[in-house]
Every structure is written in C-alpha cells, then in structure tokens.
Nanobody, 117 residues
C-alpha cells in the first residue's frame, strides 16, 4: 500500500506562486508514476502534471510553461511548483500515484488552492 499526503496549498493573488508537496509512504518502491490532478467546483477531476520513473513529464496544456513537477528521494516527495497563477487554477489539488502493487490509483486527501483576481 502507498499512502500520500499533500501540503503547501492556500490563498494567493493572481500572478503569484505556490509550491505543493506530496509525501509518499509505505511501498514507495512500487511507484512508477506520480502526479497531480485538480478539481474545480462543479467540474471533474483533471490531470495537471505527471512524472514517470524515468523522469518523463507530462503537463496539461493549460499549465505548460507555468507549472513544474519534480521529485526527490526515490519517490518520497513530489513537488508541483506553480507560477503565474490564474483564478482558473483554483481548485482542490490531489496527489496521485500508480503502483505496481495496486490495480487502482492511490490518491491523497486533496489540498485547496485558491487564486484571487
């Protein structure tokens, strides 16, 4: 089992920056992909960014050039650096991990990010 805990959310003005962190515990050796999703009020949960074991990164078009995903310590922590934030970036951000030991994805509890205009 993999357990994920997010931190770093909050309220920021448009144009500002935030860094989200996701700390993984448990069977972290089994993780092959981690990422971030977000869910705005009344909308579905959408992919923001992912990073694979070999370091390949994937971003939603809406965040390319503004957000950067990175990891350290062999999957212990994954970061999402968010710059030039816009009000439409507001939502609950969820950390996500795919493990070779689990059929279903692992999710964190979610953390609120609010960008004021």
């Amino acid at each position: 089992q993999v357990h994920l805990v997010e931190s770093g959310g909050g309220l920021v003005q448009a144009g500002g920056s935030l860094r989200l962190s996701c700390t993984a515990s448990g069977s972290t050796f089994s993780i092959h992909t981690m990422g971030w999703y977000r869910q705005a009020p009344g909308k579905q949960r959408d992919l923001v960014a992912t990073i694979s074991r070999d370091g390949q990164r994937n971003y939603a078009n809406s965040v390319k050039g503004r957000f950067t995903i990175s990891r350290e310590n062999a999957w212990n922590t994954v970061y999402l650096q968010m710059n030039t934030l816009k009000p439409e970036d507001t939502g609950v951000y969820y950390c996500h991990a795919l493990s070779t030991l689990q059929i279903t994805p692992c999710w964190g509890q979610g953390i609120q990010v609010t960008v004021s205009s």
